[in-house]
């Protein structure tokens, strides 16, 4: 599976937009955009995916560029409940590895008031 | 959503001592369940991937002898940390595949809250 790269760490303002950027310049024809995020001592959570095209959600929008190459996750409203570890994750339908997720170390985003 | 619980969220426990965590689908049968380990500041780290009755499949470096797992049924997966020791301390965590998205391109994985191990 194609690896990420995330920058580690963001701030947004409460109410404000958070567009987290996610780098997978490696990504292959077949593989998914995955996002998950973990709030602080808890389990992560599914958040949204896609192959090529945007996808929008109730928690959040997904925009993949035309070269597949990076993403972008958006929350439109961000609060302070989103502040948690944020997760890109590329991985192929199918195969032998089906249905596991490799972890990097994802973009630490922090909401302030 | 499909909810997965642990049990129990949190346990201490003597050094050569072995801890059993459960590891269940609610609401939906899942013929795979995955445990990971998270170490403090790190990212989740896949241990092991399990397949309702047959042997686990463990990732390159995690010792089979001391994280016993078993799958026994659609809805059930336990963890077994054999002689614990304070170096596996750790939060344990698993997630399990919706069986009724099988075989589609995209399945939901569900994750459990975690269980905080810690070991004196």
């Known amino acids: 599976d194609a690896k990420t790269t995330q920058p580690p760490s963001m701030d947004c303002a409460e109410g404000r937009a958070a567009n987290l950027p996610c780098n997978h310049s490696?990504?292959?024809?077949?593989?998914?955009v995955y996002w998950y995020r973990q709030i602080h001592s808890q389990g992560p959570q599914y958040i949204i995916h896609?192959?090529?095209n945007n996808e929008t959600n109730e928690m959040a929008s997904l925009i993949i560029t035309e070269d597949r190459k990076s993403s972008t996750l958006i929350l439109p409203h961000a609060t302070l409940r989103d502040t948690a570890v944020y997760y890109c994750?590329?991985?192929?339908?199918?195969?032998?590895?089906?249905?596991?997720?490799?972890f990097g170390q994802g973009t630490i985003l922090t909401v302030h008031p | 959503g499909a909810v997965v619980s642990q049990h129990p969220s949190w346990v201490i426990c003597k050094s050569g001592t072995s801890v059993k965590i459960e590891c269940r689908s609610l609401?939906?049968?899942?013929?795979?369940m995955f445990w990971y380990r998270q170490f403090p500041k790190q990212s989740l780290m896949l241990m092991a991937t399990?397949?309702?009755?047959?042997?686990?499949?463990?990732e390159q470096g995690v010792e089979k002898d001391k994280f016993l797992i078993n799958h026994a049924s659609l809805t059930l997966s336990t963890l077994t940390v054999t002689s614990a020791h304070p170096e596996d301390s750790s939060f344990y965590i698993c997630?399990?595949?919706?069986?009724?998205?099988?075989?589609?391109?995209?399945?939901?994985?569900?994750f459990g809250p975690g269980t905080r191990l810690t070991v004196t």
């Open positions: 997630s399990a595949r919706d069986r009724l998205l099988a075989g589609a391109t995209f399945y939901e994985q569900y």
């Open positions: 490696t990504i292959s024809g077949n593989e998914y």
């Open positions: 896609g192959l090529k």
């Open positions: 994750i590329v991985r192929r339908a199918g195969g032998t590895s089906y249905g596991k997720l490799t």
């Open positions: 609401d939906f049968q899942a013929t795979t």
């Open positions: 399990s397949n309702e009755g047959s042997k686990a499949t463990y």
